[in-house]
């Protein structure tokens, strides 16, 4: 152990208590910091411990797991039973109404929370057979989670639908927006006499959020569409555009007659931190309330070194996650430092990631990969921006040279991030980093694209 700086706990011949009492919190705080180390959750069940200096770790954002709730299953039923400015389900629904839940990705807890917002369904008088559960055509898991967490009687009975938007047969025309453009949806939705958008709130100003309407506009949408939409956030964080976003959305939502919306506020480690139901308005400023006391974070300056910890749950897209993960490393990690990404991915890279990885020059793959405007822009257009900025180490059940062949560097065994570590100025600890709203206080960054 090196030299310790001693503390005078005697002055003028007497004991002086007060400091020695610093001292010994002082001590005592050294051994806490020893003893137990920094240790981010990521994965499923994985574990990082770091053993790393305290006096270089400026910041480390905890994701808010102590106030999840205890039972998301009785927390939907009574969110039902007693939503914000509008009448309880029970007077919503009525017996022979056709209902849609359109699920949103990303939902913690899903399968429980579908299964209980099923049931409420079933005690109002609506016939299983008349209810249909939509899911994305982004997380292929979804049905698989729905029907598994349904009871027997029911899963025998409620529809689980996937949407296709390429598929013409499976739209229809609802109106014509406000450019005299023809809004597509889902068949489900337009055929449906109550539809229920069950969302995952995120940050206003996440890149591809567009508001509570979202997952149902143009999630449920047509191909063209989706990609409209898709353009405007791969050409950067922009006010206006993402207005035009959202008011669209918007709009498709009130068409729809949607008035009534169910919002997850996800916690830490997929559990569920709040739920919403109610009308729409009254829901979006609650939730983002809620959402922004819990997630935002600002940290007094950017680190040379940022490690990031990605969860991994079935109905999350992975490589959205850790597109997410990248742009909230990206706005921390000094230019030309480090961002560490923990994740237990397997999923193969897509098509636009591994073009960002071949590229000799970035800027030219980024054009290429705007103007196809292909599902996966966002990851691809995130994990670029990231490379420009740092060295993007990861930890994933990926092979070597596929880490490689997307610009990354692969990590072998925890060890290396010691190493890495002891090399670096300062560090920034993130967990659940997806979800992380972050500003810099000092020397920071103002575009929070």
């Known amino acids: 152990m090196g030299k310790q700086r001693s503390l005078t706990v005697w002055r003028n011949g007497e004991y002086d208590s007060d400091n020695a009492a610093r001292g010994a919190l002082a001590y005592l705080g050294s051994l806490v910091w020893r003893f137990a180390m920094p240790v981010l959750k990521y994965g499923t069940d994985s574990v990082l411990k770091l053993d790393l200096e305290p006096q270089r770790l400026l910041a480390r954002f905890g994701a808010p797991t102590d106030r999840c709730l205890d039972d998301p299953s009785a927390a939907m039923a009574a969110a039902l039973a007693a939503p914000l400015d509008f009448p309880p389900l029970d007077r919503v629904v009525t017996p022979g ?100 958008p069950l969302g995952c709130v995120r940050d206003d100003n996440a890149v591809g959020y567009n508001g509570i309407y979202g997952c149902l506009y143009p999630t449920f949408s047509d191909a063209a569409c989706r990609q409209e939409f898709l353009h405007r956030w791969s050409h950067g964080r922009n006010g206006a555009r993402r207005d035009d976003s959202v ?14 919306t169910i919002q997850i506020v996800p916690a830490g480690n997929g559990q569920v931190l709040q739920i919403l139901a109610g009308e729409s308005r009254h829901v979006a400023k ?48 000094d230019d030309g430092g480090a961002i560490v990404l923990c994740t237990e991915i397997e999923e193969p890279p897509t098509e636009s990631l591994q073009e960002i990885g071949r590229a000799d020059d970035l800027q030219q793959a980024l054009r290429h990969i705007r103007s196809r405007c292909a599902e996966d822009v966002l990851p691809a257009i995130q994990l670029a921006n990231a490379l420009e900025q740092a060295r993007v ?20 065994q925890p060890s290396d991030i010691a190493r890495l570590a002891a090399r670096s100025e300062s560090y920034i600890l993130l967990e659940d980093a997806q979800h992380v709203i972050v500003s810099v206080a000092a020397g920071g960054v103002s575009d929070q694209s």
């Open 97 to 196: 109404d056709r209902v849609v839940v359109a699920v949103d990705q990303g939902i913690p807890c899903v399968g429980e929370l579908v299964a209980s917002l099923v049931a409420v369904l079933v005690e109002t008088g609506i016939q299983p057979a008349d209810i249909k559960l939509l899911c994305p055509s982004e997380t292929p898991e979804l049905p698989r989670c729905l029907i598994g967490a349904l009871p027997a009687n029911l899963a025998d009975e409620v529809r689980v639908c996937v949407h296709d938007p390429s598929n013409r047969s499976q739209l229809c025309h609802l109106a014509l927006d406000e450019r005299g453009r023809p809004i597509y949806v889902s068949r489900h939705l337009f055929d449906a006499d109550v539809v229920l």
């Open 247 to 260: 008011h669209e959305a918007d709009r498709a939502g009130w068409l729809l007659g949607a008035i009534f």
């Open 286 to 333: 609650r939730s983002q309330q809620i959402c922004n006391a819990a997630w935002r974070f600002s940290a007094p300056q950017r680190a040379s070194l940022v490690v990031a910890a990605v969860p991994n749950h079935e109905t999350i897209n992975p490589w959205s996650a850790v597109g997410r993960s990248l742009a909230v490393a990206s706005r921390l990690v």
């Open 393 to 412: 180490y990861l930890i994933s059940w990926l092979d070597e040279t596929t880490v490689e062949d997307l610009g990354m560097v692969h990590v072998e």
